[in-house]
């Protein structure tokens, strides 16, 4: 498969890949990346902080892996390479960890590549959560990833793009046949089925912004969330929000993100 791809990079319309960098401080924005961001503010005023502790449950869940043996991830859906990436975090435990980054926003593969382009464990690729055989049978995934030994697969603040046209488990299905046992899913989405009717309203507006970008966004009961973990032992503390996930920090039990957001970690027996 060719490397080749448009590094060509539409600034007309904002991007899920730029707005979240934006929401977490980074500088791969653009101007109409931050107006969009800004009216966000407004109609959804929590938006900002559940991109914050999504990154932090990504942390943890990289931690956690790499606690369990896990020395080579795939990341789908990574996003501009935003301080504490998951190389970042995994090579200060073990520097030998292999990276895989994977994202459908030229910006977010693009930056990515600039920055990985020493590396020799740690790679970028473009690619859609929805072809995985493009992922997996990419010639520089082939070459990071050793499938006869388990993965860390980091599906984090993706899935909820993900249509149900599209049928969410069989194409989770389709990545974890590939998978070694042991190999680990980490997954994070958005949800309201549990949030304040005010959060709910709050964040239902968003997803409608959200859908007049290249990004809409589609929420999950949390019946549905674990359904997408069939085939897998979900590890403790089972299916819970983001900033509850193995958090040791204190959480703020009335922060109307915090349900909005749920997360869980599966073993593949
Ligand atoms: C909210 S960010 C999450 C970034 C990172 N996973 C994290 O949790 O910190 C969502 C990312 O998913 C990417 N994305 C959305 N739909 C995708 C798809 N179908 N295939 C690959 N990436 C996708 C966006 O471009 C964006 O970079």
Redo the contacts with the bound molecule.
């Keep these: 498969m060719s490397d080749f791809y448009s590094r060509e990079i539409d600034t007309t319309k904002p991007?899920?890949?730029r707005?979240?960098d934006y929401y977490?401080g980074g500088t791969h924005n653009y101007p109409v990346d931050r107006a969009f961001a800004e009216r966000i503010r407004d109609i959804c005023p929590f938006a900002w902080d559940m991109?914050r502790d999504?990154?932090d449950?990504?942390r943890r869940a990289v931690r956690f892996a790499l606690g369990n043996g896990i020395r080579q991830f795939i990341?789908?859906?990574?996003?501009?390479p935003?301080v504490g990436n998951v190389h970042e975090a995994a090579h200060q435990i073990a520097p030998e960890t292999r990276v895989v980054y994977?994202?459908?926003?030229t910006e977010?593969v693009v930056t990515s590549q600039d920055m990985l382009r020493d590396s020799t464990v740690a790679t970028a690729i473009p690619?859609?959560?929805?072809h995985p055989d493009t992922i997996l049978d990419h010639p520089r995934t082939a070459r990071l990833i050793d499938f006869d030994r388990p993965v860390g697969l980091?599906?984090?603040?993706?899935f909820h793009?993900?249509s149900p046209r599209d049928n969410p488990r069989a194409l989770l299905r389709s990545y974890l046949d590939r998978l070694a046992p042991g190999s680990y899913l980490a997954l994070?989405h958005a949800a309201v089925d549990e949030a304040t009717p005010l959060a709910r309203e709050q964040y239902l507006n968003l997803e409608r912004e959200y859908g007049s970008t290249s990004?809409p966004v589609y929420v999950r009961r949390r019946d549905e969330f674990t359904e997408l973990f069939d085939g897998l032992d979900i590890v403790e503390p089972g299916v819970v929000y983001a900033t509850d996930w193995r958090n040791v920090q204190p959480v703020d039990p009335h922060s109307p993100g915090r349900p909005c957001l749920y997360a869980a970690v599966g073993r593949k027996p």
């Design positions: 991007s899920a890949a707005l979240y977490l991109a999504n990154r449950f990504l990341d789908i859906g990574s996003g501009v935003t994977v994202d459908n926003d977010a690619g859609d959560l929805r980091l599906i984090v603040a993706v793009f993900v994070s990004n």
